[in-house]
Every structure is written in structure tokens, then in C-alpha cells.
């Protein structure tokens, strides 16, 4: 990189642009590498009820979401987040055999983490999750649109 063409520079040039200069390409990439940032939703199961939830996610956004199983029987996640043709990567869980494409188990002591992409939403919506085996079992995920209406 030839240095000496910067120095007669003006000393006022902003710091943001002469870094944007500098890095060029990397600071794309890194941009790019924020905007795909992982959001995570974390679900506790204790004594057959939903103990505590930490998290939301954004619309059209990578998010995994964990459920830990702290009781001493299996339980069921299922919500209305989840569309029949959506792709969902499961680990730490199993699939409900007969009982459609988002029906998970997740055994106890175990936890079940659940990776997708969130659909792209209009507005802020929550989404009922539930327990097809506890239906007392239940609670409700944020899903926060932020980019506005100019999209993004
Ligand atoms: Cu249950």
C-alpha cells in the first residue's frame, strides 16, 4: 500500500472516511457480518411451566432459539412462528414422529435449540409457543420489525 500518498493529505479528512478508505473491503464484510448476527431466544421448562424467557428476535433475522428442559419429564415445542415450509435446523432434540413438519421434543435435561431465519413482518408481532403434550405449557415470542418503512 503506498503510505506516502496519504500524508499530504489534509489533516481535517474525517477519521470514519480515511478508515473506510483504508479498509475498503473489510469494512463491507464486516458490515454485511453484523447485519446477519444471530438473535437468540432462550426458554427455561421447569415443574411443567415456562420458569423464564430471555430474548426476541427481529423480522427476516438468523435466530436460534434454546429450550431447556429442567424437569424430570419430556416436553413438546411448538409455535405459530414456525410456517409448514420454513427451514428449521434441530440439535439437542427430536421430532414428534406423525405430528407435521414443527412439532419438536425435547427430553428431560436436555435442551433443544432450534436455528431459522424469521419470516419478514410488516410490524412488530409476537408468536404463541406452546407444549402439544402440557397445554398449560405456553408463552409468547417477540418479533420486532426495525427497518422501517423505507424496508431494508
Ligand atoms: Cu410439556
Redesign the pocket.
Known amino acids: 500500500m503506498n503510505i506516502g500518498g496519504f500524508l499530504p493529505k489534509p489533516l481535517f479528512v474525517p477519521v470514519s472516511l480515511a478508515v473506510g478508505a483504508l479498509l475498503g473491503l473489510g469494512l463491507v464484510a464486516l458490515a454485511v457480518q453484523a447485519a446477519q448476527d444471530t438473535k437468540k431466544i432462550e426458554i427455561v421448562i421447569k415443574d ?1 411451566t415456562v420458569k423464564s424467557l430471555s430474548g426476541y428476535t427481529l423480522t427476516g433475522t438468523l435466530t436460534e432459539i434454546s429450550v431447556r428442559n429442567e424437569d424430570t419429564m419430556i ?2 415445542f411448538n409455535s405459530s412462528l414456525f410456517t409448514p415450509d420454513m427451514k428449521v435446523e434441530m440439535s439437542g432434540g427430536s421430532l414428534a414422529p406423525g405430528k407435521g413438519p414443527h412439532v419438536y421434543r425435547v427430553n428431560a435435561g436436555k435442551t433443544l435449540v432450534l436455528k431459522f431465519t424469521t419470516p419478514r413482518l410488516d410490524d412488530n408481532r409476537s408468536f404463541a409457543f406452546w ?1 402439544d ?2 397445554p398449560s ?1 405456553k408463552g409468547e415470542m417477540l418479533v420486532v420489525e426495525v427497518t422501517g418503512p423505507d424496508g431494508g
Do not use: R, T, V
Request: charged share 0%.
Open positions: 411443567g416436553h413438546g407444549c403434550i402440557h405449557m
